[in-house]
T-cell receptor, first 114, second 112 residues
């Protein structure tokens, strides 16, 4: 059973398009995250949701909009895609209320904007 | 200067060698320290998790934290080709947001 899953795994699209990435976790965790990993492997937090509430919102263009329909899902919608958005996007989850601060990552979505 | 610095490597060692991977950081408020392993085209996988200073051992892996020097290390004993991956250190302050700050990763290659 996959703990943190993301769809799609690969996404190739043109500049200006709008796309969504979906994430689901079956670990019963209360907190979910979106990270961006650039070509130099730096992982940077974008957003975090705890019990469906936004708790971290780093300096990210407002073309990026996260949505958490429930504790097990966190989606990322990107409007007006730009070349610089090309990266690997990782979803992660953790259980803050349970005192487990370790974050578990999904397999990533490799986004290529042409 | 980034908050967390890590030599990108690559670090190439023969099978069986002891590997030392390191990170330095500038924020003295960091309290929780983690090491993640990331295989090519996969998500990071948590290896070790340490609170505050000291050592922690798990099988062939030992994590060390020296808060006075703002320096953390991961040692891998009897390294195997399957240990070839990128190793990312991560750390965070003690707040409810649980925001991790990552190093850029060190690529390790263990040659048979």
């Amino acid at each position: 059973d996959t703990a943190v899953s993301q769809t799609p795994k690969y996404l190739v699209t043109q500049m200006g398009n709008d796309k969504s990435i979906k994430c689901e976790q079956n670990l019963g965790h209360d907190t979910m995250y979106w990270y961006k990993q650039d070509s130099k492997k730096f992982l940077k937090i974008m957003f975090s949701y705890n019990n469906k509430e936004l708790i971290i919102n780093e300096t990210v263009p407002n073309r990026f909009s996260p949505k958490s329909p429930d504790k097990a899902h966190l989606n990322l919608h990107i409007n007006s895609l730009e070349l610089g958005d090309s990266a690997v996007y990782f979803c992660a989850s953790s259980n803050i209320a349970g005192g487990l601060h370790e974050q578990y990552f999904g397999p990533g979505t490799r986004l290529t904007v042409t | 200067q980034k908050e967390v610095e890590q030599d990108p490597g690559p670090l190439s060692v023969p099978e069986g060698a002891i590997v030392s991977l390191n990170c330095t950081y500038s924020n003295s408020a960091f309290q929780y320290f983690m090491w993640y392993r990331q295989y090519s085209r996969k998500g990071p996988e948590l290896l070790m998790y340490t609170y505050s200073s000291g050592n922690k051992e798990d099988g062939r892996f030992t994590a060390q934290v020296d808060k006075s020097s703002k320096y953390i290390s991961l040692f891998i004993r009897d390294s195997q080709p399957s240990d070839s991956a990128t190793y990312l250190c991560a750390m965070r302050v003690n707040n409810a947001g649980n925001m991790l700050t990552f190093g850029g990763g060190t690529r390790l290659m263990v040659k048979p």
